[in-house]
């Protein structure tokens, strides 16, 4: 297996607009997770799914930030409208039900 | 929620060196995982160690849950060993979520 993929790697966009961040899991993984990196507050969950349902998004920063899963092998996470406090790295993991394994991080910059 | 403390935050060590990091949580758990972020940024895992203790290569990891804490244990550093090493925990109690400590920096110098 691939392992986690991410797209895209590296993204700069200007505040006020849209981003999204995409992610396929390990096949056959049943969770998948969003975690977002700072410096300021280190690796924090955003929210995860199981079986492509949305079962904890308390993470999730604010209303400007949403995911779907629309299949077991695809998740996007949407930034709208991006503003400069969004830069950081942005993990996506799966796990087959214990564990998880990372993606290599889609570094978001907004200006 | 659970607390996650790593120690130390910041260890500087000379290439041949061993090291051994730490990981304490407040609560019960059902799997330990430690990661090393490389420099570049990206999270490897290295163990998944609910309890007792695993090797692989220069690397060891022992987790006593009953005492809430786990060890990393590398052995002749080399450069390449440098990052940050994290250390998560999961709960399960109807969900199957980390939570990660704050990691520790380890800078091997040649």
């Known amino acids: 297996d691939a392992g986690v993929i991410q797209s895209p790697r590296h993204e700069v966009t200007e505040m006020g607009q849209e981003v999204t961040l995409r992610c396929k899991p390990i096949s056959g993984h049943d969770y998948l997770f969003w975690y977002r990196q700072t410096m300021m507050r280190g690796l924090e969950l955003l929210i995860y799914?199981?079986?492509?349902?949305?079962?904890?998004d308390s993470g999730m920063p604010e209303d400007r930030f949403s995911a779907k899963m629309p299949n077991a092998s695809f998740s996007t996470l949407k930034i709208q409208p991006s503003e400069p406090r969004d830069s950081a790295v942005y993990f996506c993991?799966?796990?087959?039900?214990?564990?998880?394994?990372f993606g290599p991080g889609t570094r978001l910059t907004v200006t | 929620g659970i607390q996650v403390e790593q120690s130390p935050p910041d260890l500087i060590l000379q290439e041949g060196a061993n090291s051994t990091l730490r990981c304490n949580f407040s609560d019960s758990v059902n799997n330990l995982q430690w990661f090393h972020q490389n420099p570049w940024g990206q999270l490897i895992n290295l163990f998944y160690?609910?309890?007792g203790t695993k090797q692989n290569g220069r690397l060891s990891a022992t987790t006593v849950a009953t005492e809430r804490y786990s060890l990393l244990y590398i052995s002749s550093s080399q450069t390449t060993d440098s990052g940050v090493y994290f250390c998560a925990v999961e709960r399960n109690f109807g969900n199957e979520k980390l939570t990660f400590g704050t990691g520790t920096r380890l800078t091997i110098i040649p």
């Open positions: 993991a799966s796990s087959p039900g214990q564990g998880g394994y």
């Open positions: 160690i609910p309890s």
């Open positions: 799914f199981n079986n492509n349902v949305p079962i904890d």
